[in-house]
């Protein structure tokens, strides 16, 4: 039976659809704040625009998907990921949770310490609530930099992860993230028709 809410090993679909949902949005924030550095005058302010307008458009989904994890917990592993591999992939999918966390507080506060309105695509704007600070908004930015480049080398040591247990282990990682309500292996065995405890 599919499931919306996390099992004990497994992912319910509410998790599932965030993960995927929101690495594509991350995916792309990334790429388009790369973008801005290279840029200058009316072509850097365009893109500086384009990447807070999708920003603030996803924010309350990506704040969902902080929110989500560290409120439902995380699954722990089947009876095939037990080791040190699920422990380091575990915190380290925290640890970026963290990071997006601090990229959705500094992001707003940094434009506000420009002292500019955050201006969301042509729908609507944000007025600053209060007067620039160029020393504030250097210090945001570093933050928000320094939480990007943890996400996206996170986020190809998650890949990397990924690609290690689907090629070399085999053990159902993947799954986990498709399949909703995914079983371990030994609660599998447990609960077939006429199989004991005991019987192998």
Do not use: C
């Not at 840029?39 to 603030?56: C, F, K, Q, Y």
Request: glycine letters at 10%; hydrophobic letters at 50%; charged letters at 15%.
């Amino acid at each position: 039976m599919n499931r919306l809410r996390d099992t004990s090993r497994g992912y319910g679909w509410v998790s599932i659809a965030l993960h995927w949902i929101t690495a594509i949005l991350i995916a792309y924030l990334l790429y388009l704040g790369s973008s801005i550095g290279a840029l200058e005058g009316p072509d850097r302010m365009e893109a500086v625009n384009r990447h807070t307008s999708v920003a603030i458009a996803s924010y309350v989904l990506l704040l969902a998907r902080v929110v989500w994890r560290f409120w439902s917990g995380h699954p722990g592993p089947t009876a095939e990921q037990r080791g040190w591999a699920f422990t380091a992939g575990k915190y380290t999918h925290y640890a970026m949770l963290v990071a997006l966390a601090i990229m959705l507080v500094t992001g707003p506060l940094m434009q506000f310490g420009y002292g500019r309105d955050i201006e969301v695509f042509d729908w609507f704007a944000i007025p600053t609530p209060f007067e620039g600070s160029m020393g504030l908004a250097d210090f945001l930015h570093r933050v928000h930099a320094a939480s990007a480049l943890f996400i996206f080398l996170a986020l190809l040591a998650h890949i990397g992860g990924v690609y290690k247990h689907t090629a070399f282990n085999q053990d159902g990682t993947l799954a986990k993230i498709i399949i909703p309500g995914r079983q371990s292996n030994d609660a599998a065995m447990q609960s077939a028709p006429g199989r004991s405890e005991g019987e192998p």
